[in-house]
């Protein structure tokens, strides 16, 4: 099954789907309460990644009862929606950019499966390769921009960041900054689930911005967006295979001793 994690701004796609069907899938960290849709006649599983009503912040979300609850209800391809600033003054506000890797600095989350065993996944192609390409080829409906890799910095937050931290992550080779893409896209690759991320650029990071940032910008250019984001999923999803394989469903293949 495929499933949609929705960012800030996308709390519901009841616009794409012909049938919810909500349900509280309980786990050993937590419940988390799911939508399942039906699009281009397939149930998929929507959860919004903060919560209806968005009332968790960045730092506060359960990100493993997140993905152990789609893990038990059987997906096995997760589409992640990201708000993100851009760190290059050619990526601007409304271009969205599809990442290749990513850059943790992330600094209190709860970030493995694994605490009580040694299983060290490889990380070599952080973001699931053949689902980043699907939603690359699907994204005809995307005007003003489309970004094919590149690198996502996570950060703790909820703070936006210093000038000097934005210095500094342009130095190190970061692309766009976020809160949410860590640890949800490692703990995916654990449970062996196919993982992408459509990062949505909302402004200019900080100091790059002439302006102070603010929650408003991003909110606002996420509604901007919904339309086209809406269409990239249905697009993606038909278009994606019922039967297929992928190394990050064996991820956990040689992962141990
Ligand atoms: N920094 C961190 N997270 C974000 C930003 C940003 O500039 N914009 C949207 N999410």
């Given at each position: 099954?495929i ?9 519901e ?19 988390v309460?799911?939508s ?6 397939k149930?998929?599983?929507f959860?919004p990644?903060h ?11 359960n ?10 209800i ?6 992640a929606?990201n ?21 943790d600095?992330t600094?209190n ?10 299983v060290?996944?490889d990380?070599?192609e ?14 005809d ?5 489309l970004v ?27 692309t ?8 949800e ?12 991320s ?30 086209e ?15 297929f ?9 040689g992962?141990?001793?």
């Amino acid at each position: 099954m495929i499933a949609i994690i929705g960012g800030s701004g996308v709390y519901e796609l009841t616009e794409m789907a012909d049938n919810i069907e909500k349900k509280t899938v309980d786990t050993e960290y937590g419940s988390v309460e799911i939508s399942l849709l039906s699009i281009a006649g397939k149930t998929v599983a929507f959860l919004p990644r903060h919560s209806e009503g968005h009332s968790y912040p960045p730092h506060k979300i359960n990100f493993k009862a997140n993905i152990m609850a789609l893990k038990n209800i059987g997906v096995n391809q997760i589409i992640a929606t990201n708000a993100v600033g851009s760190l290059d003054l050619d990526i601007g506000p409304g271009s969205i950019v599809i990442p290749d890797d990513f850059l943790d600095f992330t600094v209190n989350r709860d970030r493995t499966f694994y605490d009580e065993e040694v299983v060290h996944i490889d990380m070599t192609e952080p973001y699931c390769v053949r689902l980043s390409d699907a939603l690359l080829k699907n994204s005809d409906c995307i005007t003003g921009g489309l970004v094919t890799g590149g690198t996502m910095v996570c950060t703790e937050g909820p703070r936006f960041e210093t000038p000097a931290e934005i210095k500094m992550f342009s130095i190190v080779g970061g692309t766009i900054v976020g809160m949410t893409s860590l640890p949800e896209a490692v703990l995916a690759r654990e449970k062996e689930m196919c993982y992408a991320s459509i990062a949505i650029v909302s402004n200019y990071c900080t100091s790059i911005s002439p302006t102070k940032l603010t929650i408003d910008e991003v909110m606002e250019i996420m509604e901007v967006k919904k339309e086209e984001l809406i269409n990239l999923l249905y697009n993606t999803i038909k278009d994606l295979p019922d039967d297929f394989d992928c190394d990050c469903l064996h991820a956990l293949d040689g992962a141990s001793s």
